[in-house]
């Protein structure tokens, strides 16, 4: 079945604890993108990525970082987590020249 | 850059009844794509229906269909006979032919609420 996956699905954890959240798609997309979501503010793209190795800010990338190291992984890392990143990320994919994504389940994230 | 406004935060309605939901979204862009997801309280994001700029034809899926005016740059979405399952969040969405990233933008989102 193609799909995306994040792990974990819930997360608490407190400031200043360094965490990652993963995401996994089995379809080889090339494009792979975190997103967060908070009330009134829609979903705002924080980093994406265009291909291994390739990566790049999106919207509001300030306190975390990517890798992209294999074409199905693009694991999130907060290295320094504060209450502000409280909120619901979102993992996506699509292929290159296609307008269609396909979102991961989501990971809600509380920081203490 | 472009915006996406979502001006009703919250609406009812009866189920069978129909609604519609209404976007703005400003841009320079000639073509791109418009879309409206429905995100249920499982969180997951669904798509419900997508406009190509280009095509001046509404798109329709079902019960949803949409009134895409491009030059007041609006995409209402109309659900009709709507059900109990309809209730959800739903967050249109625009991507540019040249977005970095394949990046999408949200609207903040309109909660509807089908009552029985």
């Known amino acids: 079945e193609a799909q995306v996956t994040q792990n974990p699905r819930y997360l608490i954890t407190v400031t200043g604890k360094k965490l990652t959240v993963t995401c996994s798609q089995n379809m080889n997309h090339e494009y792979m993108s975190w997103y967060r979501q908070d009330p009134g503010l829609g979903l705002r793209q924080i980093y994406y990525s265009m291909n291994v190795e390739v990566t790049d800010k999106g919207d509001v990338p300030e306190g975390y970082k990517v890798s992209r190291k294999e074409k199905r992984n693009f694991p999130l890392i907060l290295e320094s987590p504060s209450p502000n990143q409280t909120s619901l990320y979102f993992c996506a994919s699509s292929l290159w020249g296609e307008d269609t994504q396909y979102f991961g389940p989501g990971t809600r994230l509380t920081v203490l | 850059a472009q915006t996406v406004t979502q001006s009703q935060p919250e609406m009812s309605v009866q189920e069978a009844e129909t609604v519609t939901l209404s976007c703005t979204y400003d841009?320079?862009?000639?073509?791109?794509?418009l879309f409206w997801y429905k995100q249920p309280p499982s969180r997951q994001m669904i798509l419900v229906i997508r406009?190509?700029?280009?095509?001046?034809q509404n798109a329709t899926e079902n019960r949803f269909s949409v009134n895409f005016q491009k030059a007041a740059k609006s995409f209402s979405l109309k659900i009709s006979d709507s059900q109990l399952g309809d209730t959800a969040m739903y967050f249109c969405a625009f991507l540019g032919f040249k977005a970095a990233g394949n990046k999408l933008t949200f609207g903040g989102g309109t909660r509807v609420l089908v009552k029985p």
């Open positions: 406009q190509e700029a280009y095509k001046q």
């Open positions: 841009t320079s862009e000639n073509n791109y794509y």
